[in-house]
């Protein structure tokens, strides 16, 4: 039996395995706040529902920090008053 390869130095190969894609999506996303991480690929795991989750991560460096959606989103220009506001 051949070896599977390894990845290189400072990354890592990681398999979720779950029972829902919602399930592994959660895992992959608490790795992707710790790691930076690539795309994640996903496949069926059989007819029952079951998801397997594959994705590599970056040992070395942590991810960008993601900003809260209040300091990341920009103004419309539009300074006017709602309707539904008083």
Request: charged letters at 30%; hydrophobic letters at 30%.
């Amino acid at each position: 039996m051949k070896s599977p390869e390894h990845p290189s130095a400072g990354r890592a190969d990681v398999r979720i395995v779950a029972a829902s894609p919602e399930a592994a999506r959660q895992v992959a996303d608490a790795l992707r706040r710790r790691f930076a991480a690539t795309e994640q690929r996903s496949y069926p795991v059989d007819d029952s529902g079951g998801t397997r989750l594959h994705l590599t991560v970056d040992t070395t460096h942590r991810p960008e920090p993601a900003q809260p959606w209040l300091v990341s989103s920009r103004s419309s220009g539009d300074a006017r008053t709602q309707t539904d506001e008083i």
